[in-house]
């Protein structure tokens, strides 16, 4: 997945009205404004009622599922070997958001302030902050690349990170 690719998916999205964050890998990069590292795939969340919208859009794009784990998340993947991992996001008025989580009564918790700006290419992209980003890295054995994730960021904004 090049930084092409995240802005051609970000403009096709939003072309058909649907508002997606960057997570995961990319969403670091977003932050940090540069890309560090060679991405396998795009984590976006999405709104959860914008679904059949996002879904559309891909799947004119040519976009495919291949792995369905609703309501937590779910795969699409594209002819050309880019691959989405999509999280559906259920919004309160107060602007912040829950995630269906594999422990039934446990969501994953987003507050109003985790969705934030940063940038790919030099372009101004919706990711989640920095704080998300480290609370979603916990609990779970770190890969390299989330290893190196939470050290660009500690490096980057001076915070303390797991592992």
Sequence with gaps: M?????????????????????AGGWGVDALLGRQTREHRD????????????????LAAAGFVQTVDWRPVRFVLADGHGRELDL?????????SATQASPDPGQPFAYPASCFVTGTVRGTAVPCLSVEQQVHFHQGYDPRPCDREDMAQLRRAFGVATHF
């Design 2 to 22: 090049t930084a092409d690719d995240v802005l051609e998916i970000l403009a096709l999205l939003g072309g058909a009205g649907a508002r997606v964050w960057i």
């Design 87 to 95: 999280h559906p996001l259920a919004f309160a008025a107060d602007g």
């Design 42 to 57: 795009l984590d976006l969340l999405h709104r959860q009622e914008q679904e059949p919208t996002v879904l559309a859009a």
